[in-house]
């Protein structure tokens, strides 16, 4: 299963957070750093704080949006 790394920015749901990961990869032909951000729904017990670093994993659908579940704090 998939595991990324990002950061909480909201929580305004009940038992969901919602985490922003960011990549940072190079471009092959002008070798600029690229920095791209995505934002994924996540299932939580326990509530968090914003800008807590967690770890998210993919999990079956829990909802239209929510495929994520948080494993670390």
Known sequence: MKQLE???TSKKM???VTVTVT????HPVYAK???RRKNYLC???????????????ECRPL???KKWKVVKK
């Open 6 to 8: 990002g950061i909480v």
């Open 23 to 26: 990549r940072h990869w190079t």
């Open 43 to 57: 299932h939580t017990e326990s509530p968090l704080e914003p800008g807590t670093r967690v770890t998210i994993q």
């Open 14 to 16: 009940a038992k969901t």
């Open 63 to 65: 909802s239209k949006l």
């Open 33 to 35: 750093t690229i920095t």
